[in-house]
């Protein structure tokens, strides 16, 4: 298949380039190249002759006709997004704009296409989003596909908005969407301004670690190229108009996550004293969900797929790809409110 992967030179969108190139498709990566994208992420990609990348912004409809008509995809995933939550909280215009506008135009461009094509059943448009959509839950429960939305930041808001869209547009229009939504992501190539790359950077600074609140918070951890491996299954074989809630099946708080990446440098780049001993409570982010947990059930029934890393398998692999590439992360350690605190509104 040929997928028009939009956002591919960030972080998730890139694991989905370099492995859906693996596995034989044709890749059209379409991607404006703000802050956190990076094309280095695709660098071991760029010159397979199945890869091709537009620069262009999903808010520019004409950008996208041109990409839809020159490259003729047989599916769009879309997975190009505004996603920090504290920079949500700092400037919410961008997350309205980019996630709920700019999906706007990305479904007429992809339903003018699809139309002209003659509408065909094999089309799919697949929206990638996120469990925050479904708000915050107690000490029990997961998240389930017919949870109801209650977002609790402008990112989620916005990312919650982008859904809704998708679903009208197969209800009202026809069009063939399936639609996923995912808990927290990690691994290689993680922006440095989310947590596990935070913890990773600031250790091996000899700087605090900050640690938002208590570390109470519980977010369910799936590493990223299990996530990619899903995405492309469900691109593949989900059912038209279905939602998929994709889950790495491994909560953890946020102290207790920390303390284990701590006790990995310990092992592989040991000092004089334990990396938690730099662990630093900072006052919490307004409005921060207390716990995320996905119920994978319906992926795992209808398409068989389980996360195949627990989170201590991906932390020990993601620890060692930062320690491995240090020329990657200090470039991008320049860029716009990296290592600054944000979202404290």
Known sequence: MKLLITGGAGFIGSAVVRLAIARGHGVVNLDALTYAACLENVADVADHPDYAFVQADICDRAALDAAF????????MHLAAESHVDRSIDGPGTFIQTNVMGTFHLLEAARAYWTKQGRPDSFRFHHISTDEVFGSLGATGQFTETTPYDPRSPYS??????????RAWHETYGLPVVLTNCSNNYGPYHFPEKLIPVVILNALAGQPIPIYGKGDNIRDWLYVEDHADALLLVMEKGANGESYNIGGENERSNLDLVRTICGILDEKRPRATPYS??????????????????????????????????????????VQWYLDNEDWWRALQKRDGVGKRLGTG
Do not use: C
């Open 157 to 166: 808001a916005s990312k919650a908005s982008s859904d809704h869209l998708v």
């Open 277 to 318: 001993d730099l662990i630093t409570f900072v006052t919490d982010r307004p409005g921060h969900d207390a716990r995320y947990a996905i119920d994978p059930t319906h992926l795992r029934n209808e398409l068989g797929w389980r996360p195949s890393v627990t989170v201590e398998q991906g932390l020990e692999r993601t």
């Open 69 to 76: 008509a020159a490259h003729a995809p047989d599916a769009v």
